[in-house]
T-cell receptor, first 114, second 115 residues
Framework: AQSVTQLDSQVPVFEEAPVELRCNYSSSVSVYLFWYVQYPNQGLQLLLKYLSGSTLVKGINGFEAEFNKSQTSFHLRKPSVHISDTAEYFC????????????FGAGTRLAVHP | DAGVTQSPTHLIKTRGQQVTLRCSPKSGHDTVSWYQQALGQGPQFIFQ???????QRGNFPDRFSGHQFPNYSSELNVNALLLGDSALYLCASSFLAGSSYNEQFFGPGTRLTVL
């Protein structure tokens, strides 16, 4: 079985500051890793994914994440945030070779202040 | 190209009632998954349908059932509603291709409130 822990439930940050949202996972099998964003009253949008290869993954809206297998982490970063980045962010895993069932963390609320 | 659509947007029911939620997948997709997102929590996998059959199921009671139609659209049914069933229900669709990874596209969800 897999599990995902998002270490911060809320992250307040000022506009144009850098941000890191932390994610750790646990799994006895190899997994794919994802970050999704959810804006108010909307569904989930895929920000980026790690399937294999380079451990540094770049996504949409200037976000990137680094897969660290030894620390079982997949932290999300952005060098300079905008007000429009205010949203809920979810880290997720799915078992490789499985049916793409996603296991999500509890989410991190990113609040960008002017 | 329409993405994943869900209906209704909002729904209010009382305890003990039954509810049906609907999902139309993105064009070209043949697999539908359902997730429950309680307030302040991450989505939890309910089940997945492919070729009109339930292919995988999460840790949800039998009160939760589903169906997939020949046109790949899907329904989620919940019987004997409990207050704890209040949540945002998300539908996601994907295409079952040869590779093992298939991106899931999410709909906007149906907000169910049980009173």
């Amino acid at each position: 079985a897999q599990s995902v822990t998002q270490l911060d439930s809320q992250v307040p940050v000022f506009e144009e500051a850098p941000v890191e949202l932390r994610c750790n996972y646990s799994s006895s099998v190899s997994v794919y890793l994802f970050w999704y964003v959810q804006y108010p009253n909307q569904g989930l949008q895929l920000l980026l994914k790690y399937l294999s290869g380079s451990t540094l993954v770049k996504g949409i809206n200037g976000f990137e994440a680094e897969f660290n297998k030894s620390q079982t982490s997949f932290h999300l970063r952005k060098p300079s945030v905008h007000i429009s980045d205010t949203a809920e962010y979810f880290c997720a895993v799915s078992e490789t070779g499985g049916y793409n069932k996603l296991i999500f963390g509890a989410g991190t609320r990113l609040a960008v202040h002017p | 190209d329409a993405g994943v659509t869900q209906s209704p947007t909002h729904l209010i029911k009382t305890r003990g009632q039954q509810v049906t939620l609907r999902c139309s997948p993105k064009s070209g997709h043949d697999t539908v998954s359902w997730y429950q997102q309680a307030l302040g929590q991450g989505p939890q996998f309910i089940f997945q349908y492919y070729e009109e059959e339930e292919r995988q199921r999460g840790n949800f009671p039998d009160r939760f059932s589903g169906h997939q139609f020949p046109n790949y659209s899907s329904e989620l049914n919940v019987n004997a509603l409990l207050l704890g069933d209040s949540a945002l229900y998300l539908c996601a669709s994907s295409f079952l291709a040869g590779s093992s990874y298939n991106e899931q596209f999410f709909g906007p969800g149906t907000r169910l409130t049980v009173l």
